[in-house]
């Protein structure tokens, strides 16, 4: 059985690089397209980006099961490392959610101690992220919440993150030694909209779905009084975490008393945790 699986959803002329994949030994590929129909691609015309890895994940569950489930964009270009490194380093860490340093985009996701291979991260860019099969198989993270990708597709992102930093923080790990650039840029549904009103909206559904406090990785940490963006100090702090490195996504176990019951994200884990085990 193969450890891996790379779902890629991009433009048709960029896919054509990336066919490599489907040829590694330990790794399977599904790759999809938005724009234009190609040989050895799910086409799914003018697709979202939630709407593109949920048909690569549908697809990905028809096949054998997988140790992890890497999403990619089609436009990753790595500094340091490569494939290769990537799928070593899940195998020696075995974490749930894991992604490479990233060296643009949010300034967060490229704040590291240079010194460590390792570290708990806090935010992420969705262009490289790899997802444990538990992970899959717990109904949290996905099935993706598509229904604001008309209006924009961050809002989808950052509720993405608050689960992840809600339900397997202390194993969400950022591989500092392999490095991936993200230098292009494109037009998404929303993307021009003020980062307030994705956060927002992603804040009202969360509101809806959890009944006490959840991490905000978006509020100011309290600790600390800083005027400016705290981020890197709560991420050097994350770090020293990583010690206590635990692979059990215990958050699960007490899933109905964090969520309210008639929560849409109860109801998806509900679901998906009954058609992995039937009556």
Same mark, same amino acid.
């Given at each position: 059985?193969?450890? =891996?699986?790379?779902?890629?959803?991009?433009?048709?002329?960029?896919?054509?690089?990336?066919?490599?994949?489907?040829?590694?030994?330990?790794?399977?590929?599904?790759?999809?397209?938005?724009?234009? @129909?190609?040989?050895?691609?799910?086409?799914?015309?003018?697709?979202?980006?939630?709407?593109?890895?949920? @048909?690569?994940?549908?697809?990905?569950?028809?096949?054998?099961?997988?140790?992890?489930?890497?999403?990619?964009?089609?436009?990753? !270009?790595?500094?340091?490392?490569?494939?290769?490194?990537?799928?070593?380093?899940?195998?020696?860490?075995?974490?749930?959610?894991?992604?490479?340093?990233?060296?643009?985009?949010?300034?967060?996701?490229?704040?590291?101690?240079?010194?460590? @291979?390792?570290?708990?991260?806090?935010?992420?860019?969705?262009?490289?992220?790899?997802?444990?099969?538990?992970?899959?198989?717990?109904?949290?993270?996905?099935?993706?919440?598509?229904?604001?990708?008309?209006?924009?597709?961050?809002?989808?992102?950052?509720?993405?993150?608050?689960?992840?930093?809600? /339900?397997?923080?202390?194993?969400?790990?950022?591989?500092?030694?392999?490095?991936?650039?993200?230098?292009?840029?494109? !037009?998404?549904?929303?993307?021009?909209?003020?980062?307030?009103?994705?956060?927002?909206?992603?804040?009202?559904?969360?509101?809806?779905?959890?009944?006490?406090?959840?991490?905000?990785?978006? !509020?100011?940490?309290?600790?600390?009084?800083?005027?400016?963006?705290?981020?890197?100090?709560?991420?050097?702090?994350?770090?020293?975490? /990583?010690? =206590?490195?635990?692979?059990?996504?215990?958050?699960?176990?007490?899933?109905?008393?964090?969520?309210?019951?008639?929560?849409?994200?109860?109801?998806?884990?509900?679901?998906?945790?009954?058609?992995?085990?039937?009556?």
């Amino acid at each position: 059985m193969k450890k =891996f699986i790379y779902l890629m959803q991009g433009r048709s002329d960029l896919i054509d690089r990336y066919q490599h994949l489907s040829t590694r030994s330990n790794a399977d590929a599904i790759f999809l397209t938005y724009d234009k @129909k190609i040989e050895n691609a799910i086409f799914l015309p003018n697709s979202s980006f939630g709407e593109g890895r949920s @048909k690569l994940l549908e697809a990905a569950l028809l096949k054998e099961k997988y140790d992890y489930y890497i999403f990619s964009d089609d436009d990753v !270009k790595f500094a340091t490392g490569g494939w290769d490194k990537f799928e070593e380093e899940l195998i020696k860490v075995k974490p749930l959610v894991a992604i490479p340093l990233f060296l643009a985009v949010f300034k967060v996701v490229k704040y590291h101690i240079k010194s460590l @291979k390792y570290q708990l991260f806090i935010e992420s860019d969705e262009q490289l992220i790899a997802f444990h099969r538990s992970v899959i198989e717990d109904g949290i993270i996905f099935p993706r919440q598509t229904q604001f990708d008309k209006k924009s597709w961050w809002i989808g992102a950052e509720i993405q993150i608050a689960l992840i930093q809600n /339900f397997y923080h202390n194993s969400a790990v950022q591989f500092n030694t392999i490095q991936v650039l993200n230098d292009e840029s494109r !037009k998404y549904p929303g993307r021009d909209l003020d980062a307030t009103i994705h956060i927002k909206e992603a804040r009202k559904w969360l509101d809806m779905q959890f009944r006490g406090n959840y991490k905000d990785i978006r !509020k100011r940490n309290k600790l600390f009084s800083c005027r400016t963006n705290c981020s890197k100090i709560i991420s050097w702090y994350r770090t020293l975490k /990583f010690m =206590f490195f635990n692979r059990k996504n215990k958050s699960i176990k007490n899933i109905r008393n964090i969520l309210y019951s008639d929560s849409i994200l109860l109801k998806q884990h509900l679901a998906t945790i009954n058609q992995k085990y039937p009556d």
